[in-house]
């Protein structure tokens, strides 16, 4: 067998998932306030996007990866937020939404 | 001079072939297309998340009173559930890597229980909504009269915004369940090619492409979570 360059190491894993029970923990918490609809889906939407960031960056590894592995993660999440923008912009002009 | 070209790289790769003993694989490039399978995946969801949004935003009073009939408790518990199987998978991958095979091993396994404990409470969840009367309608079913009496135009219909919120709960908790079972079951083939050893810390390709995977759908997971459970 042949001597592998990285011996096993939980400690960043284990700090990741920490981080992201806690979020899990306070994205509960913060959905208790009272604060209009509007805010606690923006509050809600921030925590998750912060969560599922860690676990792109850390678990997946892109940390580690080429310059073109975040290119693309890039233009696939620009794609999809034109076609959030594209669409409400043609219903709130309905006034359907 | 254009076809000249053409046949000299031609035989340039016969004779590459034919000279190379072993198997050329790019892992790299392996994985990035595996990225892009990834987006595929992305966009699915992603329209599911659109329809929501915009359904939501003409309906919010409808959807937060559905909303308020799912079990919080049980949704944060499969979040973490989900969180710790990724955690697994990641140790999986590690372990693997530093030669620790049997460990590796353990964590797969671990990752691949700790997925259908996720289905089993999901499982729990959706038949207390079918006791309840709200399940995913067919039109056949529908003309048969074996719709609900809830979500059928009638005396007891739910008001439009519930009704949407309820088939949609369905829609994307389901097509995320459906993931959950083919990471489950593509896990447990890694796992019978580490048993075989076709899948050694010298060629982790493989488990690290059915982690990349399960990671995906634990961030799906990671959204679906408040937009159902947190915002009522």
Redesign the interface.
């Known amino acids: 067998m042949t001597t592998h360059e990285k011996t096993f190491n939980p400690r960043l894993a284990l700090i990741i998932f920490a981080s992201l029970v806690t979020l899990t923990i306070l994205t509960v918490l913060l959905s208790g306030i009272n604060v209009s609809d509007g805010t606690a889906v923006i509050i809600a939407m921030l925590v998750a996007s912060l969560k599922a960031a860690l676990v792109l960056i850390f678990f997946m590894h892109l940390n580690h990866e080429p310059l073109i592995f975040k290119i693309f993660l890039g233009v696939a999440f620009f794609t999809l937020l034109v076609l959030f923008v594209l669409t409400f912009s043609d219903y709130v002009y309905r006034g359907i939404a | 001079m254009q076809r000249s070209l053409l046949v000299s790289r031609w035989e340039v790769h016969v004779t590459d072939q034919a000279h190379t003993v072993e198997h050329h694989h790019d892992e790299?490039g392996t994985?990035?297309g595996f990225?892009?399978f990834l987006?595929t995946e992305?966009?699915l969801f992603?329209?599911f998340f659109?329809v929501y949004?915009?359904y939501r935003?003409?309906h919010?009073d409808e959807f937060?009173i559905a909303a308020e009939s799912l079990n919080?408790t049980l949704g944060?518990v499969n979040?973490?559930i989900l969180?710790?199987s990724?955690?697994t998978?990641?140790?999986s991958l590690?372990?693997l890597?530093?030669?620790?095979v049997k460990?590796a091993k353990i964590f797969l396994i671990t990752t691949i229980l700790l997925g259908l404990a996720f289905l089993v409470i999901k499982g729990f969840e959706w038949a207390a909504k079918f006791e309840h009367h709200l399940f995913l309608q067919t039109a056949s079913g529908i003309a048969a009269g074996e719709g609900s009496p809830l979500l059928t135009p009638g005396p007891e219909m739910l008001p439009n915004g519930q009704v949407l919120f309820f088939g949609l709960y369905f829609i994307m908790t389901g097509t995320h369940a459906l993931h959950i079972i083919i990471g489950g079951i593509w896990m447990g083939l890694v796992y019978y090619w580490i048993s075989k050893g076709s899948i050694t810390?010298?060629n982790t390709g493989v488990l690290e492409r059915s982690?990349?995977y399960w990671?995906?759908v634990?961030?799906i997971w990671?959204?679906l979570?408040?937009?159902y459970y947190?915002?009522?």
């Open positions: 790299e994985r990035l990225w892009l987006y992305l966009f992603g329209a659109l949004a915009v935003s003409a919010v937060k919080t944060a979040t973490i969180l710790t990724s955690l998978m990641v140790l590690d372990a890597k530093s030669g620790a460990l810390p010298d982690g990349l990671h995906l634990d961030v990671i959204f979570f408040p937009l947190l915002v009522a």
